[in-house]
C-alpha cells in the first residue's frame, strides 16, 4: 500500500495542496520525480526533475507578459506542467520537449486527458538540441543542463530563427539561472527582468529566482 501512495507521489500531493488543485483544474497530473544524471562540469549533465509550483510558472509568465499570439517552448519540460500552465493562460501554441522518454510519454498522457486537449498543445520527445525553435517566441528554460549545452541551445535558437527571418523578438525566461553569465557572454541577448524566488505557505515545493532574457538582433 505504501508503495502505492508513493507511485502516486501522496506526499508532495499532500504537501501542495495549491498544485494538487491546478492539476485537478487542468484535468493532468503533473507531480513526480526523475533522478539527475551526470557530473558537475560534464557536457551530459542534467539536473533532476521536479515541477515547479503552479503559482511560480503563472508569475514567470506574467514576467515574460505572455501574449495569445505566443509560441511557448519549455525545454526540458517533465511532464508538462509549465505546457498547460501557458496554454491555461492563452498562449496560441504552448510545447514541450523532454529527452527522457518516460515523462515525454507520461506528459503526452497528460495533454490526452487534460482539459485543455483542444488547445494547440504538444510534446516531443527528443534532445532540445533537434528541435526547431524557429517559431518560438519565449523559451522556458528551468536550469536543467550544463553550461555547454545552455551554450549550444542559444547557438540553436538564434540559427533557427534567422532561417525564417522571424519579426519579434526571442524571450527566453530562466529559472534557477545558474548559467546566466553563459546567456550574457553570447551577445545577442540582454536581461530585461529578474524575479526572486517567493515562498509559498501550506507548500513544500522549492522556489527559484527567475531572470527574464530579451533578444537583440534577432
Known sequence: MLAGL???NFSARLLQPADELWDRRLGVSTFGHHPGS???GEREWYMHYIPSPYRDIFDVLDLASLKEDDIVTDLGCGLGRVVF??????ARR?????????????????????RLKDKDIAFFQRNVLDHDLSGTTLIYMFHSFGHQIVAEVLDKARHDRRTVNAARPLRI?????VCDDVIADAGWLRCVGS?????????S????????WVSTDC
Not at 85 to 90: K, T
Not at 195 to 203: A, F, G
Not at 205 to 212: D, P
Open 38 to 40: 551526470g557530473g558537475p
Open 173 to 177: 525566461a530562466y529559472v534557477n539561472p
Open 6 to 8: 508513493r507511485n502516486r
Open 195 to 203: 524575479m526572486p524566488e517567493k515562498r509559498q505557505w501550506l507548500s
Open 94 to 114: 504552448a510545447e514541450g520537449v523532454e529527452l527522457i522518454p518516460a515523462l515525454a510519454s507520461q506528459a503526452q498522457t497528460n495533454r490526452t486527458t487534460s
Open 205 to 212: 515545493a522549492l522556489h527559484y529566482r527567475t531572470t527574464l
Open 85 to 90: 500552465a501557458a496554454s491555461h493562460r492563452g
